[in-house]
């Protein structure tokens, strides 16, 4: 499935905000049902560290309004959560929202580029875990934090593949859905 139509991608400033804000309030959202969910299930803040909540609406808004609303719902997102929940912890909030700011960045940039949906998914991704890897590094060996290890980037992978896994299969489904939808609707 190749998408280069960038349905959304050339929405307008009112379209924009509104998708930002919308991303925000699902990125924070989102994770509080997995959260719940792991409590539910015994299995405490599990489900949200897997399944990656946050980054699914920060990637779509990235696809439908374009790199500027996707990098801004990134770098918001975490900030807005820890400051309504208290999640993710204060450690991570800036390492967090670098990471989404550059998928949501990178997802916009890839929209029109002639690649099947989940390439750029999956670009998207990798650029976004580059960015955090690279914002760990170099709080550890510039800024000689405490606060994080070097350790935490293959864990966050390890540990949220099953995550990436399910934006793999969800995220081309609705951009066809919804680039579908509009052709019908032209």
């Known amino acids: 499935m190749t998408t280069g139509t960038g349905v959304l991608n050339r929405a307008g400033i009112k379209t924009q905000s509104l998708t930002i804000g919308t991303a925000v309030a ?17 299995t405490g803040s599990a489900p949200g560290q897997v399944f990656l909540p946050m980054y699914l609406p920060i990637i779509l ?14 770098l918001l997102a975490p900030v807005v959560s820890f400051a ?14 670098i990471e989404l700011a550059v998928i949501g960045l990178a997802a916009g940039m890839l929209c ?14 990798l ?7 690279l914002s760990i590094l ?16 293959l864990a966050s992978i390890r540990t949220g593949l099953p995550g990436w896994v399910l934006q793999w299969a969800l ?12 052709n019908l609707e032209e």
């Open 127 to 133: 650029l976004g875990k580059a960015a955090l890897a």
């Open 112 to 125: 029109n580029l002639r690649l099947p949906a989940i390439g750029k998914v999956i670009l998207a991704q």
């Open 138 to 153: 170099a709080a550890v060996f510039v800024f000689d934090s405490e606060t994080i290890t070097t350790g935490y980037i």
């Open 61 to 74: 808004a990235g696809f439908f309004a374009g790199a500027i609303a996707g990098a801004l719902s990134g």
């Open 84 to 97: 309504l929940s208290g999640m993710p912890l204060p450690a991570m909030v800036s390492f967090i929202s």
């Open 171 to 182: 995220i081309p489904l609705i951009i066809f859905r919804v680039e579908n939808r509009n």
């Open 26 to 42: 699902a990125a924070v959202i989102l994770p509080q049902v997995f959260h719940a969910l792991g409590i539910i299930s015994g």
